[in-house]
């Protein structure tokens, strides 16, 4: 199967391919190169740590399988330096592993067997988002029950600390604060915030899980993104409260 022709892009992104089987690292490779990417290459963990660190990607597409240090604990170690975006490639067909890789920090997977073509989709869509444009003119900060999200800065604080969101997080979060009071289905969200017409529907579900846990005061008692029995998740956004001031006791009366 001959490669896409190569497309014209403005800016050249660095993408860092790390996969152990030449075979597949080459033809991964090969279609990012032909999408106007530049393409790094590791063939196990140390060496695409190193590869991070010498030279910074704009993506990372990373396979489960990888001798020594596994996938897992790769994104672990490049989550924890900065949020670069990650694609997990892998073989496994037990959706317990890819819903651990979603939990750890990982944009996206694909499972093997893949089509190329399709992974370039993926990796542009990904990419589109975390380097999204800055929106033209001011805009305001979005702001519920202490959440505030800066889309222009891309980043987002709850009650004045800043939170650690990978690049769907923060998409996810500020898509439901624009619809506040809105139920959406994960068809819905996994259109409109990831940009796919097709998908495993457990990628919305572990997100909402994983954005919960960092913006709810109880995970396991939302009171922000609420569970829409039969349809999906809607965020329901109270305005801020004003600052309260403490009754006066009787004794004080």
Not at 44 to 73: I, Q
Not at 183 to 191: G, K, N, Q
Request: aromatic share 4%; glycine share 8%; charged share 30%.
């Amino acid at each position: 199967m001959q490669p896409p022709p190569q497309e014209r892009h403005h800016d050249t992104l660095r993408v860092l391919v790390v996969d152990d089987d030449p075979t597949v690292a080459e033809v991964v490779a090969g279609y990012l190169e032909r999408a106007g990417h530049a393409v790094d290459r590791a063939e196990d963990g140390p060496a695409a740590l190193a590869c991070a660190a010498a030279r910074r990607p704009d993506l990372v597409v990373l396979d489960l399988m990888l001798p020594g240090m596994d996938g897992l604990e790769v994104c672990r170690r490049l989550r924890a330096e900065r949020p670069v975006p990650v694609i997990m490639l892998t073989a496994r067909g037990d959706e317990d592993d890819r819903i651990l890789g979603l939990e750890i920090g990982a944009d996206d997977y694909v499972t093997k067997p893949f089509s190329p073509r399709e992974l370039v989709l993926r990796v542009e869509s990904v990419l589109r988002r975390s380097r999204a444009a800055a929106p033209r003119g001011p805009v305001a900060p979005l702001r519920a029950a202490g959440i505030a999200v800066d889309e222009t800065a891309r980043r987002a604080s709850k009650n004045g600390v800043e939170l650690a969101l990978t690049v769907r997080e923060f998409d996810l979060l500020a898509f439901l604060l624009r619809h506040p009071g809105r139920a959406f289905a994960r068809e819905e969200l996994m259109r409109d915030v990831w940009g796919w017409e097709f998908g495993d529907l457990s990628t919305v579900t572990v997100h909402i899980r994983r954005l919960r846990g960092k913006v709810e005061d109880d995970p396991a008692r939302p009171a922000l993104i609420q569970t829409v029995w039969g349809v999906g998740y809607r965020l329901d956004a109270a305005d801020d409260p004003l600052p309260s001031h403490p009754r006066p006791s009787r004794a004080e009366g």
